[in-house]
Nanobody
Framework: QVQLVESGGGLVQAGGSLRLSCAASGRTFSSAAMGWFRQAPGKERGFVAAITWSGGNTVYEDSVKGRFTISRDNAKNTVYLQMNSLKPEDTAVYYC???????????????????WGQGTQVTVSS
């Protein structure tokens, strides 16, 4: 079992930065791949980024490549999403998720992730 709690969301101007954190509890966190998804108003939830249990492999959705960075600290049971050069279209509720699948080509699928946080709101003003 893995329990996830996101934090770090807020209101920021376009071009600004935010760092989201996801604190995990559960003995198996260090063996789980972790992902971030987001859901904008009126849209379906979609994949943002994911990282292997070791941190050695990361995957990003095309629109955030070069702007967002996912990382993890297994000693702190925490995964991060550093978001730079934010755009109004990045406005969404951001969710942290965990999976024991270590196949990066599957990570864009929500159903691969068994554990989810409650979400944190990110609002980017123009």
């Amino acid at each position: 079992q893995v329990q996830l709690v996101e934090s770090g969301g807020g209101l920021v101007q376009a071009g600004g930065s935010l760092r989201l954190s996801c604190a995990a509890s559960g003995r198996t966190f260090s063996s789980a791949a972790m992902g971030w998804f987001r859901q904008a108003p009126g849209k379906e939830r979609g994949f943002v980024a994911a990282i292997t249990w070791s941190g050695g492999n990361t995957v990003y959705e095309d629109s955030v490549k070069g702007r967002f960075t996912i990382s993890r600290d297994n000693a702190k049971n925490t995964v991060y999403l550093q978001m730079n050069s934010l755009k109004p279209e990045d406005t969404a509720v951001y969710y942290c998720a965990a999976t024991f699948s270590q196949s990066p080509y599957l990570w864009s699928r929500e159903d691969v992730f068994a554990y989810w946080g409650q979400g944190t709101q990110v609002t980017v003003s123009s």
